[in-house]
């Protein structure tokens, strides 16, 4: 089956303490990203891919890192997170990019206390 | 700055009528436009999408409208049933490898019985 699969699901942690989100796709898509999604702000994208080894910064990039080693995996790193980065995150992935059909995770919750 | 935007944040609407679910947006160069719905609990899923070119697309029940002179996009359901109820994001893109899909902060649909 087609999907984007992110883990965890939910996640509690504490200011500072350093926490990877994975994210992998299983189509061969190209391009992937990662959003986050706040009430009343709708979805802002943080990082995206357009291939291996090949990262940008979206709109709200301060405070995460990205990696993209392989074609399927786009894992979230925040090194120090902050309260102020506790979000509903969502991982997604198109063939190539450019508004082009995205496929979402399921997303992560994420608290930062 | 660039924007898209929802005219209304609910909408409520009885079972078997037809929804209308509008969005405006600000910047003119764009290739395409896409409809997303997103399910409590889960990641926005791909409903429509209309090229930049076009003025008019109908899929299963839903039927999008673009009207470029005004800058205007609208999502129409036709006899909307419970499963409807959403919350539904507007979003545009560019056809550049590059460029980054820009979300509206969402509609929420509620279909009442």
């Known amino acids: 089956e087609a999907q984007v699969t992110q883990n965890p699901r939910y996640l509690i942690t504490v200011t500072g303490k350093k926490l990877t989100v994975t994210c992998s796709q299983n189509?061969?898509?190209?391009?992937m990203s990662w959003y986050r999604q706040d009430p009343g702000l709708g979805l802002r994208q943080i990082y995206y891919?357009?291939?291996?080894?090949?990262?940008d910064k979206g709109d709200v990039p301060e405070g995460y890192k990205v990696s993209r080693k392989e074609k399927r995996n786009f894992p979230l790193i925040l090194e120090s997170p902050s309260p102020n980065q506790t979000s509903l995150y969502f991982c997604?992935?198109?063939?190539f990019g450019g508004g082009e059909k995205l496929f979402f995770g399921s997303g992560t919750q994420l608290s930062v206390l | 700055g660039e924007s898209v935007g929802l005219h209304l944040p609910t909408l409520s609407v009885q079972e078997g009528d037809n929804s209308i679910i509008n969005c405006a947006y600000s910047?003119?160069?764009?290739?395409?436009f896409i409809w997303y719905k997103q399910e409590s609990g889960k990641g926005p899923q791909f409903i429509i999408d209309?090229?930049?070119?076009?003025d008019k697309r109908q899929g299963q029940r839903v039927t999008v409208l673009l009207n470029k002179t005004v800058k205007h996009l609208s999502l129409q359901i036709a006899a909307t049933q419970p499963g409807d109820s959403a919350v539904y994001f507007c979003?545009?893109?560019?056809?550049?490898?590059?460029?980054?899909?820009?979300f509206g902060p969402g509609t929420s649909l509620s279909v009442i019985p």
């Open positions: 979003a545009r893109g560019r056809k550049t490898s590059y460029d980054k899909v820009i």
């Open positions: 910047n003119s160069a764009s290739d395409y």
């Open positions: 209309i090229r930049s070119n076009m």
């Open positions: 189509m061969n898509h190209e391009y």
């Open positions: 997604a992935s198109s063939l």
């Open positions: 891919s357009m291939n291996v080894e090949v990262t």
